[in-house]
């Protein structure tokens, strides 16, 4: 688990790069990326569903990426894109093409239906972290 956390640490930080990351940023990009799979890691292994674990890790992910967004005042989104890289389904959606190509079409559809499910649930845990954040600056002011 350690070696998947701190290949993880890397990842983020490579699409950081990638993505022009400002470099003062780039040491938080990396522990976003790296918490995002920890708390992944940690729900599949209570026996969490991979979509609802895969939506709560994106939760917070979203949350940590604004606090940082907010005390190293750069825009959320530099911390988020490359924390949600290590949560995309890449293997899932591999292995769906890999059996629709194989004709395996029972298989290929459940694999390509928990993709759809688990990008969607990514989609959905940054859609509510900012509508929680918008919610508690409108009970703020």
């Excluded at 522990?31 to 599949?44: A, K, Q, T």
């Excluded at 559809?109 to 900012?130: C, D, H, P, R, Y």
Aim: glycine fraction near 6%; proline fraction near 3%; include cysteine.
């Amino acid at each position: 688990m350690i070696v998947q956390i701190l290949t993880n640490f890397i990842v983020s930080g490579a699409f950081a790069v990638i993505f022009n990351v400002p470099l003062n940023s780039l040491l938080q990009c990396c522990l976003v990326g790296m918490i995002g799979r920890l708390l992944l890691i940690l729900l599949n292994n209570n026996n969490i569903d991979a979509v609802l674990a895969t939506l709560s890790a994106t939760f917070f992910l979203a949350v940590i990426s604004q606090i940082f967004a907010k005390i190293y005042k750069t825009p959320t989104i530099i911390f988020t894109i490359s924390g949600i890289i290590p949560l995309v389904p890449g293997g899932l959606a591999y292995n769906a093409t890999r059996n629709f190509v194989e004709n395996h079409y029972d298989l290929a559809i459940q694999f390509a239906a928990k993709a759809l499910m688990t990008s969607g649930a990514i989609a959905v845990g940054l859609v509510l972290s900012e509508a929680l954040t918008q919610i508690l600056k409108i009970r703020k002011a």
